[in-house]
């Protein structure tokens, strides 16, 4: 009896032809998530205000882009919906930003974050001031009714130290490698280069809200 020899040629062609596909089902959903204006992050990260839809923006006070966002963000901020919660972060995603993120947790934890945030930017950015060394920033800080060496020892604090451990792990399970980037929910990230400009940004919180609004069944 002649036994029959079946090429495999075929079976890999097969195996060959569905991987393709997949791999251009993957694109064309990343592809629509971008045309979308958003990224989505798997898996979801958890929020810090469950009962509300949380907005997280990722930022560095010496990121001349986060500065020209700024107004942007900000005018958002004072007509945003009742049922989101806006939360900044300020990870030293790079070792030359540590200074910068620890005033911005110092200022938090006494009470001066946003006037601290605007004032930092304006020194930085319009003023052409570097602000990185800590008598430097808490002589500014001094201005804003904060004592100057209450700051400096809450710089170097180990309420600080931790902010700064826990939102570099929120950036990287975020998947953040530059700022500015917006979290929403947990669940989507989006930034100008993904939703196409800052307008496109704010579009895409506002859309994404709505979403999550309805999903968590809020007013």
């Known amino acids: 009896m002649k036994t029959v020899v079946r090429s495999k040629r075929p079976l890999m062609a097969f195996y060959m032809f569905s991987a393709t596909l997949l791999l251009l089902a993957a694109q064309l959903l990343g592809n629509q998530a971008s045309a979308a204006g958003f990224e989505t992050i798997d898996p979801p990260q958890n929020t810090a205000t469950p009962d509300k839809v949380e907005v997280l923006e990722f930022f560095w006070l010496g990121c001349p882009h986060c500065y020209a966002f700024e107004p942007t963000i900000e005018a958002w901020e004072k007509d ?6 806006f939360v900044r972060e300020a990870p030293p995603l790079n ?3 540590e200074s910068h993120s620890r005033a911005f947790y110092a200022a938090q934890l006494l009470g001066h ?3 601290f945030v605007h004032a930092m930017f304006e020194a930085i ?19 804003l009714g904060m004592d100057k060496d209450k700051f400096i020892k809450t710089m170097s604090s180990f ?12 950036a ?12 929403i929910n947990g669940k989507y990230r ?15 919180i506002n859309q994404q809200s ?3 609004k309805e999903a968590m069944g809020l007013q």
């Open 80 to 85: 945003k919906p009742s049922y989101v919660h």
């Open 95 to 97: 070792p030359a930003w």
């Open 113 to 115: 974050e946003d006037e």
């Open 125 to 143: 950015h319009k003023e052409r001031k570097p602000m990185r060394k800590p008598k430097d920033i808490a002589k500014l800080a001094e201005t």
């Open 159 to 170: 309420a600080v130290e931790g902010k700064l451990k826990r939102a570099s792990q929120l």
């Open 172 to 183: 990287k399970n975020a998947g953040i490698s530059g700022v500015p980037a917006v979290i």
């Open 190 to 204: 989006t930034s100008a280069s993904i939703s196409g400009g800052y307008d496109g940004m704010i579009d895409t």
């Open 210 to 212: 709505e979403v999550e």
